[in-house]
């Protein structure tokens, strides 16, 4: 989702205000925990008690809004930086500062069916995924031929 610096901070006010903030999801780089229209609940959550393998939502360089798994923090130039990557991503996004994150996902509103981030699959899921980036290139090609399909 593209915004500006100013939807930012507004959505960063808000988050904090109230606890809270949900939001539609528009892609598929979460695939299959998050699809096309999902509804995803973040948190506000401090950096220190950011896991491997949580949610982040965080504003992207290009102007985006973007949850994606958050893997590991490393330090560059002196400032510690957060390296993040969509489930379905075959390589990591570019390192974020820390004050870019609006917050961490708790859970996700499929249809009928609530999906939280602390559940046993969640945590196994965000696990498997990371240590097997093989499953990243599966998903990738399967969502590419789903796509060729709906297209052709």
């Known amino acids: 989702m593209q915004i500006d610096i100013h939807t930012f901070t507004l959505l960063k006010k808000a988050i904090n205000k109230d606890g809270w903030l949900e939001l539609p999801s528009s892609g598929n780089s979460m695939y299959p925990l998050i699809q096309k229209g999902n509804i995803c609940r973040f948190v506000p959550c401090k950096t220190s008690l950011f896991k491997k393998g949580d949610v982040l939502l965080y504003y992207?360089?290009?102007?985006?809004?973007?949850?994606?798994?958050?893997?590991?923090?490393?330090k560059m130039k002196d400032q510690t930086v957060l390296v993040?990557?969509?489930?379905?991503n075959l390589g990591y996004d570019q390192p974020i500062e820390e004050n870019w994150i609006l917050g961490k996902l708790v859970n996700v509103q499929k249809k009928h069916l609530t999906i939280t981030?602390?559940?046993?699959?969640?945590?196994?899921?965000?696990?498997?995924?990371?240590?097997?980036?093989?499953?990243?290139?599966?998903?990738?090609n399967y969502l590419n031929r789903k796509l060729d399909v709906h297209f052709n």
Not at 117 to 140: A, D, E, Q
């Open 60 to 74: 992207s360089q290009t102007g985006e809004l973007v949850a994606h798994r958050f893997v590991k923090k490393v």
């Open 84 to 88: 993040l990557k969509g489930d379905t």
């Open 117 to 140: 981030t602390n559940h046993v699959l969640s945590r196994l899921w965000g696990t498997l995924i990371l240590s097997n980036p093989f499953l990243s290139g599966i998903l990738r």
